[in-house]
């Protein structure tokens, strides 16, 4: 019987140095991830262990259960669509500027422009929430363990910095190692995700009812007096508590950005891409309900402004309490890790194409292959942004922390608006990869660019009363800063493209000779 030849390991690398050559740029990063690799740091990014733990009281307090047990599947749902639309681009232009790259090479350099920096500032947005919510939790986690350990305001935001530096050194020394460690993420995320499931399954001895889980609504957000059937409830309150699902499930873009590390990237990027997502989606379900079930102390976790260690405090033994908070630290700290990969090789890419003040500096790797100064100036600029995290937060909510997760959910779904929206205009003249949506890109694309556009105007809004203005007993430390900060930097960012950027910056800058014209793949209608 004849065989078919199997293509040698050199092969695909071969293949995928050619593709990007035809994209414009020289193999510079090391090529050595596999697929499962980019799959896992887009999940590990998204981390059930991570966001579901840390913004649960954004949904607690914004609609109670059913924000999150009907919540959580239907906004999931709309987030893969969007994942599907990206898994198209990412198979056609496998890139590290993945997002501004889409929309420069669809559209104009304007929109590249844009796009690149609405995506730089979610991805530093996105690693500093990350960080600085697991040291939130490492505070707790010392309390707990630690006799004298206060857990105080700046013993977290100390904690916060020690975390973001050990992040920037894995990144700049473990070159060898950080794709292995985006495996061992994955099955620490599965594997602590199961174990916390069944604690809290087996080790309490009371449950709360299906009646709770899946009818109970709260409105302790201080808007509508309580109310929880009126419309400033559905069309305000409720929506608000959808930031933890948004939150939880992004950063998938990092597919994307390791693109030019992965081997047969074409395919496997967009397969890790939308897969993150599924999964993701899946196991953070289960993992929240499995905390409604267990949440049977409603006052303590009211009391605690809907933290979730409240649960777990309430519902545990002392040892059992502990050993959730620490898989959730863990798990947080390898989520942050891959923050910080995702982040710089989008600020490695978008210098290299000029695009950034002092982009030469930027725009350098060591002789191993790693954007060092990339992965030093993102790391700082995520610890500016969360500078107001030292100031106490309003009636106990962390504004601070959730003001944070606003820019980062802002910043990536407006980049990831730009080239879907792009992708629609294009219509047939856009080439696909081997990995695309077919025909089902028009209904799919528009979902996607609708949903963004809400959620864009809801993310933006006050998150308590005292943060709007003119309201009694308005404080300036309540205020959603996120409009300010997004806002603020697409001000600087159109004033400086108008004054000066027009001028000069062109999109993607080869750094490869124009190759001969590659033959397009044959496309699969649909997925893979």
């Known amino acids: 019987m004849a065989t078919t030849p199997v293509p040698t390991a050199e092969q ?10 035809e994209l414009g740029y020289k193999q510079e990063l090391r090529r050595k991830w596999s697929g499962f690799s980019n799959f896992a740091i887009s999940f590990s990014i998204i981390s059930i262990l991570a966001g579901c733990f840390t913004t649960f009281g954004q949904a607690w307090n914004n609609g109670g259960p059913v ?24 198979s056609a232009y496998p890139t590290a500027g993945g997002i501004y790259w889409w929309a420069a090479t669809m559209g104009r350099p304007v929109h590249g422009w844009f796009t690149g920096w609405l995506n730089l500032i979610g991805l530093v947005a996105v690693t500093a929430s990350v960080d600085y919510g697991c040291a939130t939790f490492l505070n707790l986690t010392l309390s707990a363990l630690v006799d004298g350990w206060a857990g105080t305001l700046r013993q977290a935001f100390v904690l916060f910095v020690i975390i973001l530096a050990l992040h920037g050194l894995i990144n700049i020394f473990g070159h060898r190692i950080i794709d292995v460690l985006q495996n061992v993420s994955v099955w620490w995320h599965v594997a602590g995700a199961a ?10 001895d009371n449950h709360q009812s299906f009646q709770f889980v899946f009818t109970e609504r709260f409105n302790n957000s201080g808007f509508g007096a309580g109310d929880t059937g009126g419309l400033t409830f559905w069309f305000y309150v409720l929506p608000l508590g959808f930031l933890l699902t948004q939150y939880t499930i992004t950063g998938f873009d990092a597919c994307a ?37 267990a949440a049977t102390d409603v006052e303590a976790v009211n009391a605690a402004v809907g933290f979730s260690g409240a649960i777990f405090e309430s519902a545990l033994t002392p040892v059992f ?28 890419a978008f210098s290299r194409d000029r695009a950034v003040p002092g ?29 107001p995290a030292l100031y106490e937060s309003a009636a106990g909510i962390p504004i601070a922390f959730y003001a944070v997760v606003s820019v980062a959910v802002l910043g990536l779904y407006l980049s990831f608006l730009i080239p879907i929206a792009l992708r629609l205009r294009m219509g047939d003249r856009f080439v696909p990869g081997p990995w ?12 996607a660019v609708v949903e963004i556009a809400v959620i864009a105007v809801y993310f933006v809004l006050p998150i308590v009363p005292s943060g ?10 309540a205020v959603n800063y996120a409009p300010l900060a997004v806002g603020g930097v697409l001000l600087v960012v159109a004033v400086w493209w108008y004054a000066s950027a027009r001028r000069w910056f062109t999109g993607p800058v080869r750094t490869v000779e124009e190759p001969a014209a590659r033959s397009e793949p044959a496309a699969a209608d649909g997925s893979d």
Not at 195 to 204: C, E, K, Q, S
Not at 275 to 288: E, K, N, P, T, V
Not at 436 to 447: A, E, F, P, S, V
């Open 195 to 204: 174990v916390v499931v069944a604690i809290l399954v087996f080790v309490p």
């Open 468 to 477: 709007v203005p003119g309201n009694d007993g308005f404080t300036w430390s």
């Open 12 to 21: 695909p690398m071969d293949d995928d140095a050619r593709r990007l050559a």
């Open 321 to 348: 309490f502990k050993i959730v908070i620490i898989i959730s630290t863990i798990g947080q700290f390898f989520c942050g890790m891959s923050c910080v990969t995702s982040m710089s090789r989008m600020a490695y």
């Open 359 to 387: 982009w030469r500096l930027w725009s350098t790797v060591d002789r191993n292959g790693t954007p060092v100064n990339a992965i030093i100036g993102a790391t700082l600029a995520g610890l500016v942004l969360t500078l």
């Open 67 to 90: 924000a999150i047990s009907w919540g959580w599947p239907l906004i999931s749902l709309f987030i893969l669509i969007i994942g599907f639309c990206m898994a198209e681009l990412v």
């Open 257 to 293: 950005h390791v693109s030019e590390e992965t081997r047969g990237a074409s395919q496997a990027a967009a397969r890790g891409l939308w897969q993150s997502i599924f999964y993701s989606a899946i196991g953070g379900w289960i993992l929240l309900l499995a905390f409604l079930f």
């Open 436 to 447: 695309t949506l077919g025909r089902k890109y028009k209904l799919l694309g528009w979902i």
